[in-house]
Each structure stands twice: as structure tokens, then as C-alpha cells.
């Protein structure tokens, strides 16, 4: 059941610095970087972190532009989390400026409550970047980001808002094929097509689609075809993508896919390289106790949520901690219609009023998450327990 006085008491703290949380988010929404470039970004939330009575730490796990904010050392350890990096050309077209807004908001209204009625909790802030490809929470797990926490959370804009319904793993692929050169036309027999490699690969990508679960998905493009028609290519480069909320699925995508690189060789004559491209990310777990309280707030709170038909086909590295501690990334909306993330329509929405009002009203929903689990002894047992069982089952 919620706790309608806590909800009510966040929201109240989270719109004191109204004024404070509306400046740090057109401000990183007005100066966009991209992954570890995050300067400007992290020095705003640092000083303001600062300022608002945390303890910082930047550079952090060896990253410039990874932070750690915390007050108070009783367990247990919450942690909001932040992410603030953009997209090229595109700006904030994944609403990450509202992301680390939220987060901070949440993190000072938790704070700010326990101070009030003297309640122990350890409340953590980890300021990630580089989500958008660069992996930024798996190079900070490497570096043990989430030893002492108990659970994490963050939120993220949509053009709806919803429970976290999970995420796709994903694993990123660069495969180039060398062959020989020759005259397309004077003597195409002494020739290797290397282009003909690439596309036999897209060919047997193609028909296999068919015997893929809906739980799946694989997409590519093609970087490099040739020089000119006329001459038989002897190199060609191509990008894949292979995505699963199974982890065993994409172990067996894996797999596969490199058997259909060397099928191609054997087809052409050509030699094959596979690369990875970018970190991979595991599969979201989402915790139905958090996600439950969240949603729940977020009715009081007028998000008007809704529950999706399936669970969510993106990738996130907030993946990964969701295997290492409970944990859950729901959104909120930010737009009144339908529209696409990664678009120029929703960098444009990222900087409006509304998508702030929205922004902080999720910021107190993630909050009331955070303060229960710090609070509750009840449910954080559930929490735990729920993880655990996700745990056994995924083996």
C-alpha cells in the first residue's frame, strides 16, 4: 500500500529547488556531448550535488566523466541513477537531461526525509555515462560500482509512461570479408567477391528471421560494398546487431551467426573478420515490487500510466546492473501523442516545461521507490527475495 504521506512529503521537497532542477536540465539540454565527453554535464550535477549537502566523488571507476554522490553510511545503500550522455547530430534525443534531473531530485528529496524524521539509509547517486553505446555502467561494474548497494533505479523519458518491461541483450558486430580483385568484365574468373560474401550473410540473416522467437531481433547494414561496378570487390565491410531478452538466445545468436560468416567464406572463397562493435549489454530483469510502488505512485501523481502489450525490445547497460542488484528503469511520458525516441521531435521535447513537470513528478515517484526500500524492512525483504527468484530461474 502506499504511503501517501511520504509521497506527498517528496513532492513537496522535490518542488522547493523547482528552480534548481529546471536550470540543470536546460542547461546539459542546451550543451549536448556525447559518450565520456560528458564534461560540462558531470561538473553541473557535481557542484549542485555538492551544494545540496553530498558527498562527491569525480572523477570516479577511473571514468572523468563518472560521478558518485552519498549521504549518510547506515545499510541499507540505495543508488539512483543518471545517465547524461547524447546522440550525434541529434542532441538530446534520448532525454537523458531529464534523466539525471530526475535522479538528483530524487536522491536530495530521500535525503532531505530521512534527515527529517532521523531515519537511517545509506542514499547513493551514480552518475553514468556513455550509455548511449559506450557501456558506461559495464566499465563501472568492472570497477565494483555496486559493491555495498542493496537495490538501483533509474527513470527514463517516453512519450508514455509505463513500468520497466525489460530490455533486449545486445551484441554488436563488425564483419569484413577480403577477397581479390578483378575486372568484372575482362576477367571476372580471377576474381573473389568479397561483396557476394556480405551478401549471401544478409541473404541467410534474412531467412533465418523466420525461425526466430518474437523475442529477438537482428538488423544490420552494409558499410562498405566496393570501389565500382566494374571491378569485382576484394573487400567489403558489413555492421550487425543481434538482440534477446534471453540470455541463453543470444549465446545461441551468437553462435549461429558466426557459423553463417564462415558459411559465406566457404561460399565465396573469401576470408571473414568478425569484430565486436561497442560493449555488450545483458538483458533488463525488472523487479515487480519496485515496479509496482512506482507505478502506483505515479497513478497519484497523474502519469497516467499505462501497462504495455509485451515486454521492451531497446537495450540498455542498465541491463547489467539489473543482474547484479533489484532493480528497475521505468519511463514517463513526455509528449501527449505518440513519438519516435532518437528523433529530433523528442530532443525538441526533452527541453520543454512539460517534459520537466513530468521529469520531477517521475523523480518523486523513483523516490518514494527509494525511500520505501530504505524504510520498509517488509518490502525490502520482498525486493530481495523477488530478485533472488529471478535469479534461480535464470539460472
Known sequence: MRNDTSLQELCSLIEQKRAQWAELSKAIWNHPELAYKEVFACGQQAELLRELGFQVTTPYCGIATAYRADHGGRNPAFAFVAEYDALPKLGHGCGHNLICTAAAAAAYAVKKLLEKHGLPGHVVLLGTPAEESGGGKVRMLEEHCLDGIDAAMMVHPSWRTTPDTGSTAIRRFDVEFFGKAAHAAGAPELGLNALDAVLLLFNALNAWRQQLPETSRLHGIIVNGGEAPNIIPDYAKCRFYLRSTDETWIEKMERRFHDMIHGAELMTGTTGKITQFNVPYMSRRPNREMN?????????????????????????????????????????????HEIAGHSTDFAEAAGTEYALDQALKAAAAMAEVGFRFLTDEKFRGRVKAEFEEAEGRNG
Open 292 to 336: 509496482a510502488v512506482y507505478i502506483d505512485a505515479a497513478k497519484a501523481l497523474g502519469l497516467n500510466p499505462v501497462i504495455p502489450k509485451r515486454a521492451g525490445r531497446g537495450s540498455s547497460d542498465f541491463g547489467d546492473f539489473s543482474h547484479e542488484v533489484p532493480g528497475i528503469h521505468p519511463y514517463f511520458g513526455i509528449a501527449e
